[in-house]
């Protein structure tokens, strides 16, 4: 385990500092009886107080990951802004529905299909797939198409482990993720913007890649229905659509998968959607974008970076080929 000397300058990490959720419920309580500026000095509410609160995500831990280029050092974006400020679409389509909506999700029982290209095709509990590895907290930047981002500190471990115990046979040589579509628990299917279920798509070398996260925590604790409970993707040098969420069926297929933004708009999204500052969205430029959190009236917007920053560690996987017409 790293201690805080090994961490430098780094902010802490997510389990080691007060749970968000406990910290704001604290905060509300104490407002309630007008003491909101008295909150930072007193330590954390007693039983009485918790028992009338929400009750709060269970913690889920995770070791500082050791994978290269996993720990960003930017400042991370508040719990509240990472819950609150979401796309899923399958909860509506404003930023605020899923934080809204998401608690109509039953995330047990959970099941994720294995099928196609492997060797152990099947049904994997997700009390098995908690369990396949040890879990990491990795710091990532996540870049939505739309021209944001957010830091977000994750808890998971690499989709690489999974994928090794089904053993994916020579046929294997892309991975369809499909996530769950039920009406009876998502309001937004009803809309016809996307062709349910959620379908995205990776090449075989990217989801073996170290850094593409099967994540299930973030912040500390298990992740809130609205990111995506109770597990996602995030492959952070792509755009956030790529990273899909609350996850049921991994497929492994010879040819390219159809997603489902390249259904809708395929000549806006390609299959790679690798984050490029030079490939512009057709009605929009992707040169800069604002970081949640820093949008005061006078805040700078940020330079986009290639593969979102992750070069050194992805840029190989697209060796000589053109991102202008593989976007
Ligand atoms: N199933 C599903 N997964 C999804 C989406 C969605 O609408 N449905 N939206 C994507 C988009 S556009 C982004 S930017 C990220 C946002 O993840 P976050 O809300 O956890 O930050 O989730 C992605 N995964
Ligand atoms: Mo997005």
């Given at each position: 385990m790293p201690t805080l000397k090994d961490r430098?300058?780094?902010?802490?990490?997510a389990s080691e500092i007060t749970p968000q959720a406990a910290y704001l419920r604290r905060r509300e309580l104490l407002q309630g009886l007008g003491l909101a500026g008295a909150a930072a000095l007193l330590p954390a509410a007693g039983p009485a107080l918790a028992q009338r609160a929400a009750p709060p995500l269970p913690p889920l831990p995770g070791a500082?990951?050791?994978?290269?280029?996993?720990?960003?050092?930017?400042k991370l974006t508040d719990f509240k802004d990472a819950s609150t400020y979401n796309n899923f679409y399958e909860f509506?389509?404003?930023?605020d529905d899923p934080a809204k909506h998401a608690h109509t999700l039953k995330t047990r029982p959970w099941t994720v299909a294995i099928e196609g290209a492997v060797k152990k095709p099947g049904l994997l509990d997700i009390e098995a797939v908690l369990k396949l590895a040890p879990m990491e907290e990795r710091i990532y930047r996540l870049r939505c198409v739309e021209g944001w981002s957010m830091v977000i500190p994750w808890v998971g471990f690499s989709l690489a482990e999974l994928i090794r115990r089904v053993e994916p046979t020579g046929n294997a040589k892309f991975v369809e993720f499909v996530t769950l579509a039920d009406r009876a628990q998502m309001p937004g299917l009803r809309s016809s913007v996307l062709d349910w279920p959620y379908v995205e798509g990776l090449r075989m070398d990217e989801a073996m890649h170290p850094l593409t996260l099967l994540a299930f925590g973030m912040y500390g604790q298990v992740l809130p229905n609205q990111n995506g409970a109770p597990l996602r993707l995030v492959?952070?040098?792509?755009?956030?659509?790529?990273?899909?969420?609350?996850?049921?069926k991994i497929r492994f297929v010879e040819q390219q998968p159809k997603s489902s933004w390249e259904k809708a708009a395929p000549q806006e999204y390609?299959?790679?959607?690798?984050?490029?500052?030079?490939?512009?969205h057709p009605r929009w430029s992707q040169a800069t974008e604002r970081r949640i959190g820093e949008d005061g009236l006078f805040a700078k917007k940020r330079p986009t970076l290639l593969f979102n920053g992750y070069e050194p560690q992805v840029g190989q996987l697209y060796a000589g080929m053109d991102l202008r017409r593989f976007f």
């Open positions: 430098g300058f780094l902010h802490p990490l500082r990951s050791t994978v290269p280029g996993a720990i960003a050092t930017d509506g389509l404003d930023k492959v952070p040098w792509k755009y956030g659509f790529k990273s899909g969420k609350s996850l049921v390609g299959f790679f959607s690798n984050v490029n500052p030079q490939v512009d």
